[in-house]
């Protein structure tokens, strides 16, 4: 195969998708490439990795930049950063570990990550193989059953979080560094590449090359182009390209659940992401219970939830983030889980009035079960302002994983974690490619391009037939991704 190179001898890189895998693949290629990046973020790129700042202006000229949670550092989506148990992480944990000197990360503090669970049973989902949530199609079809515990019902354990990180401003502070050291990545923000007609096979089969456009904006034509989301949208982004092989692997289910041996399409699950701003007590205290209140020296960011089917993550952003912070206002982030998204699902950038009510009330009356509280301790005229997202394409659930021989390198780990149509000069990455989580999204990143820079992209890899769908236990115990 041979490139078409540009006036500086380098091949030309598109690639579809800013988050952390299409900006860590981008920094990767830059030495040897001229990556370019198209993003959707409104203000900044990062995916899941994204957050709020107080300096950000809303959206549309109706946007209250005076609001109370417009004054606060918020991660809406990923929370946590950790790294992954095994070896072929390595270079991923020399990364981190280069994030905490420049200080864009930090470990989260002794005790301040617990689980909450019930203290009436034998709660062991730190197991090997994790939960069973997203294993058995059966149990997962069982209805929410409200439980309402009392606070002697609730039982608040410590887990190490020696491998757990956050960002230090933000988790948005990961795809920001990512960009800062990456003077030769070119990226194009706020833009959305249509999965109708965005990106077209123009070129021939001795020389592949395609044209990336939206709304009638021609970029130009490039050598290689890489897809580094998933969902709907990459599924229809190449839908109509020669690249049959690639496309299959991208078409998509969204369920709670895979089966134990993997599925035979990639499984994303839905969560939703609910803010709010609560006054605290005239004492200063939590309105949320002593259980959470750092009385006892404990000063509690995140916790896993473990003893309400309706919620998987709890975060206290104003604890996490002192800038901004009011002593009078609590900021915290719950999560749900997939199975009560998918149960009230709606359209994922207009949700209805009368849905956003119901999600928020019935995540607050959760959250309230969950600490043993009272119902309608959290009311309304304690709420002073609230945001509800819905995260529709949210975490995969099975990773596709290569069975091939190595004939290049003997090695099966260092060609894993993405897929390459050397015939078609595309490529893609993600982390439902290797992990579920930021390091397997960096990683994926990272070895599509340290493929390309290396083989030039001349041998296919990663296609199917040689592969499967494995189901990650750890992203369908947690319902959130492989953060423990």
């Known amino acids: 195969m041979t490139n078409t190179r540009n006036s500086k001898g380098k091949p030309t890189v598109a690639i579809i998708g800013g988050g952390i895998a299409g900006l860590s693949c981008a920094q990767h290629l830059q030495s040897a490439y001229h990556p370019t990046v198209f993003d959707t973020g409104r203000i900044r790129p990062g995916g899941r990795c994204s957050s709020r700042y107080p300096k950000d ?57 617990v689980e909450i669970v019930d203290a009436n049973r034998n709660n062991n989902n730190n197991k090997k193989g994790g939960s069973k949530e997203g294993g058995n199609k059966k149990e997962n079809q069982e209805q929410v059953q409200p439980k309402r515990n009392t606070e002697s019902d609730v039982q ?51 020389s592949p090359e395609w044209s990336v456009q939206t709304n009638g904006k021609k970029f130009g034509t490039y050598d290689h182009v890489v897809i580094a989301h998933n969902g709907k949208c990459a599924d229809r982004l190449m839908s109509k390209s020669p690249a049959k092989d690639l496309h299959s692997l991208l078409r998509v289910d969204f369920k709670p659940f895979v089966p134990n041996w993997g599925g035979k ?29 750092d009385d006892k020296g404990k000063d509690i960011i995140t916790a896993f939830i473990k003893n309400e089917p309706t919620l998987k993550l709890l975060t206290n952003q104003s604890r996490k983030f002192s800038s901004g912070k009011n002593e009078k206002v609590e900021v915290i982030t719950i999560l749900s889980s997939a199975k009560f998204a998918k149960k009230y699902k709606g359209p ?49 659930l099975n990773v596709w994983s290569v069975t091939e021989d190595d004939d290049t390198s003997g090695s099966q780990s260092k060609k894993s974690g993405f897929i390459y149509d050397s015939d078609n000069a595309v490529g893609v990455c993600g982390d439902w490619l290797l992990d579920p989580s930021v390091a397997g999204a960096w990683e994926s990143g990272r070895r599509l391009a340290n493929w390309l820079v290396e083989s030039d992209g001349e041998k296919s890899i990663g296609l199917p037939p040689n592969g499967e769908f494995r189901a990650s236990q750890a992203a369908s115990g947690s319902g959130i991704g492989n953060v423990r």
């Open 57 to 113: 202006k809303p959206k549309g000229k109706k946007g209250n930049q005076d609001s109370v949670l417009s004054q606060y550092t918020i991660d809406h989506a990923a929370q946590i950063l950790s790294i992954p148990r095994g070896n072929e992480f390595g270079k991923f944990r020399m990364q981190v570990d280069r994030w905490v000197d420049a200080g864009v990360l930090k470990n989260f503090p002794k005790d301040s990550v």
């Open 156 to 206: 608040i354990r410590s887990l190490n979080s020696n491998d757990m990180y956050y960002g230090t401003d933000g988790m948005g502070s990961i795809p920001l560094n990512i960009l800062n050291s990456s003077p030769d990545v070119k990226i194009h923000q706020d833009v959305w590449i249509s999965p109708g007609n965005g990106v077209k096979f123009v070129g021939t089969e001795n």
């Open 265 to 293: 399409r990639m499984t994303l699950n839905s969560i939703y992401s609910l803010t709010i701003a609560l006054k605290r007590g005239e004492d200063g205290k939590s309105v949320l219970g002593s259980k959470l209140n």
């Open 348 to 396: 994922q950038e207009n949700l209805p009035r009368k849905l956003e009510e119901d999600v928020t009330a019935l995540m607050l009356a959760a959250l309230e079960r969950s600490l043993g509280l009272k119902e309608e301790t959290v009311h309304e005229g304690l709420i002073m302002e609230r945001k509800l997202q819905l995260w529709g394409a949210a975490v995969p």
